[in-house]
C-alpha cells in the first residue's frame, strides 16, 4: 500500500514563529502537493513539486515556503506563522503522469496562536 | 487554467435513497476527472476517475459517475446510500500534462439520515 505519512497530526504554535510541516512517501512517486483545507474553500493548492529541488507555487504560495532535498521528503515551511494559516494542511503525491491519482496524508492540523 | 465548481456545499439525505452531488468544470485544454471523498479525520481517498471512453464510471462503494462534455459535467450518483458513506465528497480535474497541478472543488458535505 502507498503511504504518505505526515509528520504530526495537530499542532500548536505561537504567532511569529517558524513552523516545518512534513511529508514523507514511500512509493518513488515524483510529484508532491501541499494543500490547505478551510471549510466551504475545499482544498486550494499551496506548492507543488514534480522532481528534486524543482517547485512551483500554487494558487495562495503567500506565507509559505517549500523544499524538497529528497525524492521522498516534501516540507512545506511557514516563514512567520500568523493567526490566518491556521488550518487542514494536506500532503499528496503521486506517479509522473496527470492521469494517476493522487494519495493523501492523514492531514495536520494547524492552530497558530 | 482550469475550474471545478461543486453547486451543493450540503447534501442531506435518508438512508438508502438515491443521491446526486453535482460537479460542473471548466478548461480550454482536455481533462481528467476525479472523485475524492473524505471520511471524518482522514486524508482523501480516490472514489473513482474518468480518463477516457466510456462516458459511465463506475468507483468503490457502490458510486458512479457520467462525464458530459457538452454540459462540462461530471456528477456523481448512488442508488442507495447507507450510513458509511457520510463524508465530505471532492470532485477534482487535471489537465492532460505530467506535471499539471490537481484543482479541487469547494467539496459536497453528505449526510446521511436514519
Known amino acids: 500500500d502507498v503511504k504518505v505519512t505526515q509528520s504530526s497530526r495537530y499542532l500548536v504554535k505561537r504567532t511569529g514563529e517558524k513552523v516545518f510541516l512534513e511529508c514523507v512517501q514511500d512509493?518513488?512517486?515524483?510529484?508532491m502537493f501541499w494543500y490547505r483545507q478551510d471549510p466551504g474553500l475545499g482544498l486550494r493548492l499551496i506548492y507543488f513539486s514534480y522532481d528534486v529541488k524543482m517547485k512551483e507555487k500554487g494558487d495562495i504560495p503567500e506565507g509559505y515556503s517549500v523544499s524538497r532535498e529528497k525524492k521522498e521528503r516534501f516540507s512545506l515551511i511557514l516563514e512567520s506563522a500568523s493567526t490566518n494559516q491556521t488550518s487542514m494542511y494536506l500532503c499528496?503525491?503521486?506517479?509522473?503522469?496527470?492521469?494517476?491519482?493522487?494519495?493523501f496524508g492523514q492531514g495536520t492540523r494547524l492552530t497558530v496562536v | 487554467a482550469q475550474s471545478v465548481t461543486q453547486l451543493d456545499s450540503q447534501v442531506p439525505v435518508f438512508e438508502e435513497a438515491p443521491v446526486e452531488l453535482r460537479c460542473n468544470y471548466s478548461s480550454s485544454v482536455s481533462v481528467y476527472l476525479f472523485w475524492y471523498v473524505q471520511y471524518p479525520n482522514q486524508g482523501l481517498q480516490l472514489l473513482l476517475k474518468y480518463l477516457s471512453g466510456s462516458t459511465l464510471v463506475k468507483g468503490i462503494n457502490g458510486f458512479e459517475a457520467e462525464f458530459n462534455k457538452s454540459q462540462t459535467s461530471f456528477h456523481l450518483r448512488k442508488p442507495s446510500v447507507h450510513i458509511s458513506d457520510t463524508a465530505e465528497y471532492f470532485c477534482a480535474v487535471t489537465a492532460y500534462s505530467s506535471a499539471s497541478k490537481i484543482i479541487f472543488g469547494s467539496g459536497t458535505r453528505l449526510s446521511i439520515r436514519p
Open positions: 499528496a503525491s503521486h506517479q509522473q503522469g496527470a492521469h494517476r491519482q493522487a494519495f
Open positions: 512509493m518513488d512517486h515524483e510529484n
